[in-house]
C-alpha cells in the first residue's frame, strides 16, 4: 500500500507542476503582448498629440482651374506614360468641351429687312405678320419698296404693298419698288424674298429710254419679267399719248423686250396697223437698232407715224440714221442723216 501511494503520487505532482508551469507562460504571454500593445498604442496617441496640426489656408485662388493646363497635365501623364496602362483609357481622364448650337428658323430671311411707317405699325405675333400704315418703307437687299400701306408674312417669306385711294376708289399715291437700278410704279407687289418672284399689277417701268407700261406682270428672276397687257411708249406720262400696244410680252431689263403681234396706239385710239411680233431694244448708250416712232397729226397730211426708222453705228465717231414718215392722206416722207463727230483736246502752253 505504501509502495502504491508513493507510485500514484510522484505522477500526480508531477502533472500538477507542469500544467501549473504552462499557465503561467500563458499568462506571461499574454501580459507580455498586452505591454507591448499598450506601449504601441501610448507611442501612437503620444505622437499624435505632441504634433499639433496645421490645416492648410484655401483661398479662391487654389480653387481655380485653369482647363489648358488641366488638359495639358493629362496629355502629359498619358503620353510620357507615366500612368499605367489600365488609366490611360479611363473615361474620367478625357475633358469634355462644352459645345452648343443655334437653331435657325426656316422662315427666316437671308438679311435683315428694315421697315418703318409714320402712321402705325401693327404686329401679329402669331401669324408672323407686321402691317405698316402711312408712307411705309421697307428694305431687304437692294430691294426697296414704298407704299402707303406693307404688309410683311414671315412665314410665307411674302411683302404685299398697296397703293394708295381715296372714298371714290381712284388710285391717289402709287407703290413703289426699287431693285438696283430698276424703278416700278405700280398699283400693286407681291413679292417672295427667298425666290425674288413677284406679281405686280399696273406697273410702269423705265427700261433705257423707254417708258413700259403692264396690267400684270410676272417677275421670275432679277432681270426677267413676262407681262400682259404691255405697251412701250418713249412719253413720260402716266397715260401716254402714243405708243405700241401688244398681248403678251417678255423683257429682260436694259437688253431687250419681245412681244407677239402688235400695233400703235394713239390717244387709246388703236390703229389698224398689225406686225406680226414685236422687237423693243432696251440698252442704254449708242447701239444699232430700230428707232421707235412718234405721232402726229395736222390738217394738210392727217394722222401719221413719225420718225420710225433704224440707227446705225459705222464706228467709234460716226453714225447713220435712216428715218421716215407715213401719214393718213397718202402721203409720206424719207430722209438720212449722218453724223461724223470727234472732239479734239487744244492745250494751250
Known sequence: MYKFKKIFFVPVLTAITI?????????????????????????????????????????????????????????????????????????????????????????????PVNYEASDSVVGLLQEKIIKLYGKAKAEYQDVSINAPTIELDQAKNILKAAPGRDS????????????????????????????????????????GEMYVHTEIAKKIDANTMYAKGTFFTTCNLDEPHFGFRARKSKIVNNKIAVTGSVRPEFDSVPIPIYLPFGYFPLYQGRRSGLLPPTFETNDQEGLGLAGIGYYKILGPHMDLQLRGDIYSMGSWKVYLNSKYLKIINIVVA
Open 19 to 111: 500544467i501549473a508551469v504552462s499557465g503561467n507562460i500563458n499568462t506571461i504571454d499574454t501580459f507580455y503582448k498586452d505591454s507591448l500593445q499598450n506601449k504601441k498604442n501610448i507611442n501612437i496617441n503620444s505622437a499624435v498629440d505632441t504634433v499639433p496640426k496645421r490645416t492648410p489656408k484655401i483661398t479662391s485662388d487654389t480653387l481655380k482651374k485653369d482647363t489648358a493646363d488641366t488638359a495639358f497635365l493629362i496629355d502629359t501623364l498619358i503620353k510620357g506614360a507615366i500612368l499605367p496602362d489600365s488609366l490611360k483609357n479611363d473615361s474620367l481622364l478625357k475633358l469634355k468641351s462644352d459645345t452648343f448650337s443655334i437653331k435657325i428658323s426656316k422662315d427666316t430671311f437671308d438679311a
Open 168 to 207: 371714290l376708289g381712284d388710285l391717289t399715291e402709287y407703290a413703289e419698288m426699287k431693285q438696283g437700278q430698276e424703278t416700278y410704279k405700280t398699283e400693286g407687289i407681291e413679292y417672295n424674298f427667298k425666290t425674288q418672284q413677284g406679281l405686280t399689277k399696273g406697273a410702269i417701268t423705265t427700261q
